[in-house]
T-cell receptor, first 114, second 113 residues
């Protein structure tokens, strides 16, 4: 079945550092890929998405590129802020983009310090 | 203010109690979901309700019982729970089921003693 693997956290960075959170997936066909973010005490929010190979999703300074050859969708940000401290979830949905079949990773906690 | 509201935010119950979690969405969406979030585990889809389908994860114990009286409200009825059921229960909604874009509530933190 489909699966998503994320790097173990927590990831601790100083403000203005470069961020990479790795995500790889296993799926048949051409899934859509997503990054969700969960700030402390809140539910998940969609951060960005990509629906086909080589697409780049971006939002709030975060970017991720859909790499089919490496089955990856790594999240990057050039300069993190304290307010980016949260848990980040990679997710995929099957080729039909069915939300009822979203598969999430375990989440990676990011802590940014001054 | 979030478009998806969950109550209560925190719940402590004994193993013999009966309680319910409530979710309401103000986004005009047609699909609603219950997810279970446990530490160091992927989010687990429990139930989906939409105009097109009702999906149940067959691994969810019968002590969890969903109810969806209309497209704006979703309940999760709880009875004779176990301590391992302690988790954050997240409600979500989406315009339909043909999208991976979900809108989540803040969750109900459940502790079973």
């Amino acid at each position: 079945g489909d699966s998503v693997t994320q790097m173990e956290g927590p990831v601790t960075l100083s403000e203005e550092a470069f961020l990479t959170i790795n995500c790889t997936y296993t799926a048949t066909g051409y899934p859509s890929l997503f990054w969700y973010v969960q700030y402390p005490g809140e539910g998940l929010q969609l951060l960005l998405k990509a629906t086909k190979a080589d697409d780049k999703g971006s939002n709030k300074g975060f970017e991720a590129t859909y790499r089919k050859e490496t089955t990856s969708f790594h999240l990057e940000k050039g300069s993190v802020q304290v307010s980016d401290s949260a848990v980040y979830f990679c997710a995929l949905s099957p080729s039909t983009g069915t939300a009822s079949k979203l598969t999430f990773g375990t989440g990676t906690r990011l802590q940014v310090t001054l | 203010e979030t478009g998806v509201t969950q109550t209560p935010r925190h719940l402590v119950m004994g193993m013999t109690n009966k309680k319910s979690l409530k979710c309401e969405q103000h986004l005009g969406h047609n699909a609603m979901y219950w997810y279970k979030q446990s530490a160091k585990k992927p989010l687990e889809l429990m139930f989906v309700y939409s105009l097109e389908e009702r999906v149940e994860n067959n691994s969810v114990p019968s002590r969890f019982s969903p109810e969806c009286p209309n497209s704006s409200h979703l309940f999760l009825h709880l009875h004779t729970l176990q301590p391992e059921d302690s988790a954050l229960y997240l409600c979500a909604s989406s315009p339909g089921t043909n999208t991976g874009e979900l809108f989540f509530g803040e969750g109900s933190r459940l502790t079973v003693l």
